[in-house]
């Protein structure tokens, strides 16, 4: 196994005569055998590596959960992980999918069951979490739920119907946090304990179609998300050969029944600890609290994937290259929707522009033909011709009237009327 690299700041690539990607890729073989597997499937490994983390997370039992950062021992987090596969259309989200659920082969056993459902309403979700039981009582699905959303625009849509509590019920199925609605009628009311599922969103994001998801910055969803590019401009000529499926099992048993805390070094703690009092003591503002949470469950299934139940510095270390990747690809979907912002006010501005012009042209041909229809071949004050139009026309006097010169039609000269200098207008013999 390689040296595991320091956390690395600034955008993806290199880093002076570092190849990042590199560094990470190389940092444990499983690691490498992702990159390997999905470049063999073609397939971005990126987003396959973000898939495989959702599946490890639905494999782990929901009484795995995150330690509380202070002394509140129920002030637990869950692994449930929500990831968003970035391409154009037609890339490839469901071949970094299947690669994923390829590449890890859970051992008979070894992990919980995966279910795959789309994602409907906010009142919804809860029912895939539970089973009810011949005495009619609702009790936790023994499954985990894979969430699939093909298109990010359905997710958007779906979150903005009128009176929607999915956007809600998202974000509280993120922590973990208890889900479902108290209903009069008992066959709606399904009521999902916290921490008693398992649950990961993976969703299929055009850049160009996620400015509704990123708008929701103040809501907190896209930072709950970890934004994976399903490009690979580093894709092979040659394709390698696919190495054997990665065969895993959780280092924690699916039917283990009490709360399994992962153990966090200590100096994680205390970094994210320093973090949360800034943010008590408002010295740090922005929305990206939530981000620090992501970067914090990456680590963990880093570890877990490396069949472990403590995150050490190493997984935190490699979990920052991960988050790099993910700020990157947020940053580069929102340089894709404000260039496309720009060049729709360029359009509408050159629209608008093209369209006053028209305008302009049809009032001084109007404003041309009331100059004519007002003279004569006797010469008359232009000052007067130009107060007998109307006021929406009077600004266009002069271009009018030098139309009509360069046309030959009237003639313009100039006098002294009671000392005054004065022009005057008429129509050509």
């Known amino acids: 196994m390689t040296q595991e690299a320091a956390p690395r700041q600034g955008a993806v690539g290199h880093l002076g005569d570092i190849d990042v990607e590199s560094v990470f890729w190389e940092a444990r073989p499983e690691l490498a055998a992702v990159r390997q597997y999905a470049r063999a499937a073609m397939a971005a490994p990126w987003a396959v590596l973000g898939c495989v983390l959702a599946r490890v997370a639905l494999s782990v039992p929901p009484v795995v959960v995150l330690p509380p950062l202070g002394n509140d021992r129920n002030a637990v987090a869950s692994l449930n992980v929500f990831v968003g596969l970035v391409a154009p259309s037609g890339v490839g989200k469901g071949v970094a999918t299947r690669a994923a659920e390829g590449f890890l082969m859970v051992a008979p056993g070894g992990g919980r069951l995966i279910v795959e459902r789309p994602l409907g309403s906010g009142e919804g979700m809860s029912h895939v979490f539970t089973e009810t039981v011949d005495e009619g009582e609702d009790m936790p699905a023994l499954h985990s739920v894979w969430f699939d959303v093909p298109e990010v625009d359905t997710l958007t849509a779906l979150v903005g119907r009128k009176a929607s509590t999915l ?50 910055a103040a809501g907190g969803t896209p930072q709950r998300f970890l934004w994976m590019p399903a490009t690979d401009p580093g894709a092979p000529d040659v394709l390698p050969p696919a190495p054997d499926p990665y065969v895993w099992s959780s280092p924690v048993l699916a039917t283990e029944p009490r709360r399994v805390l992962l153990n966090v070094a200590g100096s994680i703690k205390a970094q994210l600890q320093a973090e949360r009092r ?140 009671r000392g005054q200098a004065r022009t005057l207008l008429r129509l050509r013999e």
């Open 278 to 417: 800034a943010r008590l003591r408002e010295e740090i503002t922005d929305d990206n609290g939530q981000q620090s949470l992501v970067r914090l469950k990456v680590a963990a299934l880093l570890a877990l994937l490396a069949r472990r139940v403590e995150v050490t510095e190493g997984d935190w270390h490699l979990a920052d290259f991960v988050m790099t990747v993910s700020d990157h690809t947020r940053t580069r979907m929102r340089d894709a929707l404000r260039a496309d912002a720009a060049r729709e006010n360029r359009a509408r501005a050159e629209a608008r522009a093209a369209f006053d012009e028209h305008q302009d042209d049809a009032a001084v041909q109007r404003t041309a033909s009331k100059i004519l229809a007002a003279l004569s071949t006797e010469p008359r004050p232009a000052s007067g011709v130009r107060s007998a139009l109307g006021k929406n026309l009077r600004d266009y006097f002069d271009a009018a009237a030098d139309s009509l010169i360069r046309r030959g039609l009237i003639e313009r000269t100039e006098d002294e009327y």
């Open 167 to 216: 956007a809600s019920e998202v974000r509280k199925m993120f922590t973990g946090e208890s889900l479902g609605f108290q209903n009069a009628d008992a066959a709606r009311r399904k009521i999902v304990p916290a921490h008693s599922y398992r649950a990961a969103l993976v969703a299929g994001v055009q850049p160009r179609k996620a400015g509704p998801l990123l708008d929701d």
